[in-house]
């Protein structure tokens, strides 16, 4: 079983932090959370990635529950290009299975 | 860090022909590559995992016939949809992983797209 649930759809203002949460309760110990975005008419993009700590790179933070079942992707200053599908994937290394993810709008 | 290139980025076919959709490494070897296609405003559905210089393994339900995957070498693998009907009008996308996991350049990398429309 690799899905994850997401919220349907999340609005957030232009230049504020956005959390998008995702709760992953099946996860293994050594499935990753990954997450990807989706622009229109674009192939997914990769976001960020982790195993069990939090992990920031130059386009978001990863922030992962103590007990791995639900972790927070966070975007700390949404601009209108991070408006996009966010799909949360757990996986071991293997098939990625895309859940229906959440369509982030972002409001000037 | 790795790219995955697709072309083409989309084509119009008839009815009753193929189409081939090239999906290739551009600066990586990737041994296992997937083709996905994707409805309007639906998710992503795994088709199938196409792996180098042995037979692709098809999800449930995706006809391999239809669907012929050739990973020929280790940069390129191929998707061709034979007899193609407007039912399979779609967006193709396939994809390579990269990197060992818990690397910085681990993830999975996916192509731009092919956004196929049969008449």
């Known amino acids: 079983d690799a899905k994850t649930t997401q919220p349907n759809s999340m609005e957030s203002n232009e230049e504020e932090p956005v959390h998008l949460p995702c709760n992953h309760s099946?996860?293994?110990?050594?499935?990753?959370i990954h997450w990807y975005r989706q622009l229109p008419s674009q192939g997914p993009e990769y976001v960020i990635h982790g195993l069990t700590s939090n992990v920031n790179n130059r386009m978001a933070s990863l922030a992962i529950a103590e007990d791995r079942k639900s972790s927070t992707l966070i975007l700390h200053r949404a601009t209108l290009r991070d408006a996009a599908v966010y799909y949360c994937?757990?996986?071991?290394?293997?098939?990625?299975?895309f859940g229906k993810g959440t369509r982030l709008h972002i409001l000037p | 860090g790795a790219v995955v290139s697709q072309h083409p980025s989309w084509v119009i076919c008839k009815s009753g022909t193929s189409v081939k959709i090239e999906c290739r490494s551009l600066d990586f070897q990737a041994t296992t590559m997937f083709w996905y296609r994707q409805f309007p405003k639906q998710s992503l559905m795994l088709m199938a995992t196409?792996?180098?210089?042995?037979?692709?393994?098809?999800e449930q339900g995706v006809e391999k016939d239809k669907f012929l995957i050739n990973h020929a070498s280790l940069t390129l693998s191929t998707l061709t949809v034979t007899s193609a009907h407007p039912e399979d009008s779609s967006f193709y996308i396939c994809?390579?992983?990269?990197?060992?996991?818990?690397?910085?350049?681990?993830?999975?990398?996916f192509g731009s797209g092919t956004r196929l429309t049969v008449v």
């Open positions: 994937i757990k996986n071991r290394d293997d098939k990625i299975i």
């Open positions: 196409s792996n180098e210089g042995s037979k692709a393994t098809y």
């Open positions: 994809s390579a992983r990269a990197g060992i996991p818990g690397s910085s350049n681990y993830g999975y990398t």
């Open positions: 099946t996860i293994s110990g050594t499935d990753y």
